[in-house]
């Protein structure tokens, strides 16, 4: 197989966080997006800044979307922190693969 026939452009992904404590807390699963592939710098400052929060954030911002790709968290809005720990962990898991 040839590598050319793997490369492809990012899609936009539905990414649900469904766990108890979501559900328990705003009465419903949340759904964000992102894209299924990222830019190896991007995913390297994904990766790489897990120790220090203020730049995981930042990378965040690019990452975590709507269903039309525009960030969620810009401007002064900015996701509830153990929200925006869920969205982390469940990135990860799906950028990972």
């Given at each position: 197989?040839?590598?050319?026939?793997?490369?492809?452009?990012?899609?936009l992904?539905?990414?649900t966080?469904?766990?108890?404590?979501?559900?328990?807390?705003?009465?419903?699963?949340?759904?964000?997006?992102?894209?299924?592939?990222?830019?190896?710098?991007?995913?390297?400052?994904?990766?790489?800044?897990?120790?220090?929060?203020?730049?995981?954030?930042?990378?965040?911002?690019?990452?975590?979307?709507?269903?039309?790709?525009?960030?969620?968290i810009?401007?002064?809005?900015?996701?509830?922190?153990?929200?925006?720990?869920?969205?982390?962990?469940?990135?990860?898991?799906?950028?990972?693969?």
């Amino acid at each position: 197989m040839k590598l050319v026939e793997i490369a492809k452009a990012p899609t936009l992904v539905k990414i649900t966080l469904d766990d108890d404590d979501t559900i328990q807390e705003f009465g419903q699963a949340l759904d964000f997006w992102c894209y299924d592939r990222q830019p190896l710098d991007t995913f390297m400052k994904f990766a790489g800044k897990a120790n220090d929060p203020s730049a995981m954030i930042e990378v965040v911002r690019e990452l975590i979307l709507d269903e039309d790709g525009t960030p969620v968290i810009k401007d002064d809005r900015i996701l509830p922190h153990k929200l925006m720990l869920r969205c982390i962990n469940k990135m990860m898991d799906v950028l990972g693969n």
